[in-house]
T-cell receptor, first 111, second 109 residues
Framework: DAGITQSPRHKVTETGTPVTLRCHQT?????MYWYRQDPGHGLRLIHY???????DKGEVSDGYSVSRSKTEDFLLTLESATSSQTSVYFC??????????FGPGTRLTVL | KNEVEQSPQNLTAQEGEFITINCSYS?????LHWLQQHPGGGIVSLFM???GKKKHGRLIATINIQEKHSSLHITASHPRDSAVYIC???????????FGTGTSLTVIP
């Protein structure tokens, strides 16, 4: 299994609070991704990174920000969580033109 | 607008049956992936294809680039194959992935 972990694995929070999810890899892969998975939508890209301090938006980036200060960590921040951000969040890593390896997921509930 | 469409959405089969899941896409791609998501939620990559056909055990994946279509076949299906199978494409203008909504497969003993 690729060395990729996510923390926390489960979180319940209240509307309006900030939330940060962490993705950590030990594979030294260049690309890191944050997705959300919701019923009927499949996986949707929030943000991705193609190197340290190099990030770009995906199709559902509104309300989310990311940071990558070192190769192994990619943080996803919800500045002010809303109920529509209740979802399962997956981090993934890949090399260039390579398969993606997924983390175990974080289940976030915003009340 | 969905760049990736899968069919069927749900599939129930008897153990031993031959299963086919289809994926059509609308963008130019550099690669196509088949993923498996277990009932516990974990996602595993099964295949990465850019042309032709690949086989791994009882799983076979094919792709037709001209027709923008891929199929995943499972021979001699088993209850442990029960999972959601997801098709994903990598657009050839970048490294962005697009995902289908998945096919939920249940194999009955």
């Amino acid at each position: 299994d690729a060395g990729i972990t996510q923390s926390p694995r489960h979180k319940v929070t209240e509307t309006g609070t900030p939330v940060t999810l962490r993705c950590h890899q030990t594979e030294n892969h260049r690309y890191m991704y944050w997705y959300r998975q919701d019923p009927g939508h499949g996986l949707r890209l929030i943000h991705y990174s193609y190197g340290v301090k190099d990030t770009d938006k995906g199709e559902v980036s509104d309300g989310y920000s990311v940071s990558r200060s070192k190769t192994e960590d990619f943080l996803l921040t919800l500045e002010s969580a809303t109920s529509s951000q209740t979802s399962v969040y997956f981090c993934a890593i890949s090399g260039v033109a390579d398969t993606q390896y997924f983390g175990p997921g974080t289940r976030l509930t915003v009340l | 607008k969905n760049e990736v469409e899968q069919s069927p959405q749900n599939l129930t089969a008897q153990e031993g049956e031959f299963i086919t899941i289809n994926c059509s896409y609308s963008v130019g791609i550099s690669a196509l992936h088949w993923l498996q998501q277990h009932p516990g939620g974990g996602i595993v990559s099964l295949f990465m294809l850019s042309s032709g056909k690949k086989k791994h055990g009882r799983l076979i994946a094919t792709i037709n680039i001209q027709e923008k279509h891929s199929s995943l076949h499972i021979t001699a299906s088993h209850p442990r194959d029960s999972a959601v199978y997801i098709c994903a494409v990598v657009q050839n203008t970048g490294n962005q992935f697009y995902f289908g909504t998945g096919t939920s497969l249940t194999v009955i003993p």
